[in-house]
């Protein structure tokens, strides 16, 4: 069997398999020997198939994946070209946090992420996002001592217990480029994106970390995932008290309604605040305008982007969730240098239990009252 490529112009050749992708214009050519190279390497195994077709091992699984989940639809090209920018927000946009924070500096007012979206009127971004516009619009340096130490002592964290201390933050998936182009919209021929959200609980103790995705940033969705993830599996360490657990997040309302305007009277507890207070010891919120606060947290989302959600091969919800959790899999057995150990086996070892039932990533839209 050989690579036998036919150009444009009737001439024939041997190539591997990246040339006849740069000289073929006809797709269904394409999707065949797609389909030739995974049914070799189910045969022979991926690194004879690399080898063999003179391509990365990567591409060989890549197209074995994308068929074991669609079929021969699986081995048509996806158009990575986004709807809009992928780069960045509007300039437009851009341009509002500017102006806002340029004058609320001039002003001496205290600039934060909030008062900027209720002065520009811009919702649609991430807090991490807007606050990357408004440091540029000011000129505000990173704390290159506060950069040092960062990740240096660590030894109160070590006199936890897991899950004793638990960080509570949504991630925004729409922020991440190269999903961009896969969001969910009528035209997408795999349907698409549609969990824009992901919430993560992570351990400050081990380092572990739960995460669920969802349409929508509300308080009905992280509520749901207290109830229906978080405090099940809790609940199965006999050894751990559940009201020593404190529960720490930011003040955004899907959490809390510690900001809401409510004419100078005491606002109504969030239902969140109120599971958290009826199940675990406290709330704890942290103080507005410190992103810091929420470090640990933060630290997984930015692994969890680095090393999964800028795949390419996430495409939809049902690709967002294999990946994801083939990567908490390997991540709970993986040591955390910082820690000296891995998340899973400090958990064993702290509460002499062999068999953890460990929730892996999952759609939230879709569990239904019942579902634990």
Do not use: M, Y
């Given at each position: 069997m050989y690579n036998i490529v036919v150009l444009k112009g009737g001439e024939t050749m041997f190539s591997s398999y990246q040339e006849l992708y740069n000289n073929i214009d006809n797709e269904k050519m394409l999707i065949d020997k797609r389909l030739e190279m995974v049914r070799f390497a189910n045969e022979n195994g991926i690194k004879v198939a690399a080898r063999f077709y003179s391509c990365s091992k990567n591409t060989i699984k890549k197209w074995r994946r994308r068929y074991a989940l669609y079929g021969l639809k699986g081995l048509v090209d996806i158009s990575k070209k986004p709807k809009n920018s992928p780069k960045r927000i509007p300039q437009g946009d851009i341009d509002k946090i500017t102006e806002v924070s340029k004058m609320a500096k001039e002003k001496k007012k205290h600039i934060t992420v909030k008062n900027v979206r209720k002065s520009s009127k811009i919702d649609d971004y991430s807090d991490s996002t807007i606050n990357r516009y408004i440091n540029k619009a000011v000129g505000k340096k990173k704390n290159r001592k506060h950069d040092q130490n960062k990740g240096g002592d660590v030894s109160w964290k070590k006199k936890l217990l897991p899950w004793q201390l638990i960080q509570i933050d949504i991630k925004y998936l729409t922020d991440i480029d190269n999903l961009k182009p896969y969001f969910a919209s009528a035209k997408n021929e795999f349907k698409g994106i549609k969990s824009k959200y992901q919430i993560t609980a992570r351990d400050v103790c081990t380092g572990a970390a739960i995460i669920a995705y969802c349409d929508e940033k509300s308080v009905t969705y992280t509520r749901m995932f207290l109830e229906k993830i978080l405090y099940p599996f809790l609940?199965?360490?006999?050894?751990?008290?559940?009201?020593?657990?404190?529960?720490?997040?930011?003040?955004?309302?899907?959490?809390?309604n510690r900001?809401?305007?409510?004419?100078?009277?005491?606002?109504?507890?969030?239902?969140?605040?109120?599971?958290?207070?009826?199940?675990?010891?406290?709330?704890?919120?942290?103080?507005?305008?410190?992103?810091t606060y929420d470090?640990?947290?933060?630290?997984?989302?930015?692994?969890?982007?680095?090393?999964?959600?800028?795949?390419?091969d996430i495409i939809d919800d049902k690709t967002l969730i294999y990946y994801t959790t083939k990567y908490i899999e390997e991540y709970l057995h993986t040591e955390i240098k910082i820690r000296g150990y891995s998340p899973i086996n400090k958990i064993k070892e702290t509460y002499e239990i062999d068999n953890i039932i460990y929730p892996m990533p999952q759609i939230l839209n879709v569990i239904s009252p019942d579902h634990i």
């Open positions: 609940k199965q360490f006999k050894e751990l008290d559940l009201k020593s657990i404190t529960i720490q997040t930011d003040n955004g309302k899907e959490n809390t900001l809401a305007k409510t004419n100078g009277k005491e606002p109504e507890k969030s239902s969140f605040t109120v599971f958290v207070e009826d199940k675990f010891k406290k709330h704890k919120l942290n103080i507005p305008g410190s992103p470090s640990d947290v933060e630290t997984f989302h930015w692994s969890i982007e680095r090393d999964c959600l800028a795949w390419d």
